[in-house]
């Protein structure tokens, strides 16, 4: 198993909706924050939505807040977002990450949005939107 195993991208019109998925094999506790990131072409790492194992922090990026929502699934190691009014702009290989520590605003919107705090990362899904 990979430590991090996405799936769920797609290809959908503007206005669509989709689901990821990431099933988490590696070893975490009580105090780790999980992730997903994006990237488009030719663009840098961008934190979307970051949630703590406990549920007590979450955090999303501005531009997707209430069309997105992130949740965590303890029971089935499972980290789920799903994406509605997906944008052209939402187009981008979507990665999902795991840190041994707890989340920060940053992530989605500041100095740590590129996900260099992350310790584990998925291979990617890819996510495309057409106008």
């Known amino acids: 198993w990979a430590p991090l195993e996405e799936s769920g991208g797609g290809s959908v019109p503007v206005g669509g909706s989709l689901r990821l998925s990431c099933v988490v094999h590696?070893?975490?506790?009580?105090?780790?924050?999980f992730g997903w990131f994006r990237q488009a072409p030719g663009e840098a790492r961008e934190g979307v939505a970051v949630i703590e194992e406990d549920h007590s922090t979450l955090h999303y990026k501005m531009s997707v807040k209430g069309r997105f929502a992130l949740s965590f699934d303890n029971e089935k190691k499972q980290l789920l977002l799903q994406m509605n009014m997906l944008k052209h702009e939402d187009t981008g290989t979507y990665f999902c990450a795991l840190r041994r520590g707890f989340c920060y605003s940053r992530f989605v919107d500041g100095d740590g949005a590129d996900g260099s705090e992350f310790h584990v990362w998925g291979q990617g899904t890819p996510v495309s939107v057409s106008s």
């Open positions: 590696e070893p975490y506790d009580h105090s780790a924050c």
